[in-house]
T-cell receptor, first 109, second 115 residues
Framework: AQRVTQPEKLLSVFKGAPVELKCNYSYSGSPELFWYVQYSRQRLQLLLRHISRESIKGFTADLNKGETSFHLKKPFAQEEDSAMYYCALSGRGNTPLVFGKGTRLSVIA | GAVVSQHPSRVICKSGTSVKIECRSLDFQATTMFWYRQFPKQSLMLMATSNEGSKATYEQGVEKDKFLINHASLTLSTLTVTSAHPEDSSFYIC???????????FGAGTRLSVL
């Protein structure tokens, strides 16, 4: 069964501090992993996908198949990073996204 | 690019009436669209996968006769909540996947309130 686990409901950090949003997944195969972000009163937006291996808004995420993790990291948090972050998985054959429960990131000035 | 328009953004209706929600891909074609439901402070739950020109695929526990999905063109999918009841009140979100990419782009959602 496909499952995405985000253990933290809420994460509060000070501005300038490093951020790590945790995501673990369960899937018997090679999934594709994504991070989506939802800013206040806005729609869900794609932030990162693991196959792109790029940095967006200073965020990076590396797929660790051994630990079945796809943690989202940023070295220096900014106030504008405050939002809801969802980790999501798509299985073989471009199956629909399965979402984690989300982590609300609050960056404190 | 890759904009998904969802309409209406909010609807209030009486119990027993039907409500139609539209999801349009504005600048791309999407053979496949998805419908999600989000309860307060919870994650998105997939309801169904909408396929252009064929029947939708519903997730376990989702009543297909209650949530009618039509995907008549490559840019439009509709979700009709039939005979709505207060327990159907929720936030419904659609997404579309541009052919042939494996990325989903989301609409802004529709808040349904059934009185």
């Amino acid at each position: 069964a496909q499952r995405v686990t985000q253990p933290e409901k809420l994460l509060s950090v000070f501005k300038g501090a490093p951020v790590e949003l945790k995501c673990n997944y369960s899937y018997s195969g090679s999934p594709e992993l994504f991070w989506y972000v939802q800013y206040s009163r806005q729609r869900l937006q794609l932030l990162l996908r693991h196959i792109s291996r790029e940095s967006i808004k200073g965020f990076t995420a590396d797929l660790n198949k051994g630990e079945t993790s796809f943690h989202l990291k940023k070295p220096f948090a900014q106030e504008e990073d405050s939002a809801m972050y969802y980790c999501a998985l798509s299985g073989r054959g471009n199956t629909p996204l399965v979402f984690g429960k989300g982590t609300r990131l609050s960056v404190i000035a | 690019g890759a904009v998904v328009s969802q309409h209406p953004s909010r609807v209030i209706c009486k119990s027993g009436t039907s409500v139609k929600i539209e999801c349009r891909s504005l600048d791309f074609q999407a053979t496949t669209m998805f419908w999600y439901r989000q309860f307060p402070k919870q994650s998105l739950m997939l309801m169904a996968t909408s396929n252009e020109g064929s029947k939708a695929t519903y997730e376990q526990g989702v009543e297909k006769d209650k949530f009618l999905i039509n995907h008549a063109s490559l840019t439009l999918s509709t979700l009709t909540v039939t005979s709505a009841h207060p327990e159907d009140s929720s936030f419904y979100i659609c997404s579309a996947r541009p052919d042939p990419e494996n990325i989903q782009y989301f609409g802004a959602g529709t808040r349904l309130s059934v009185l």
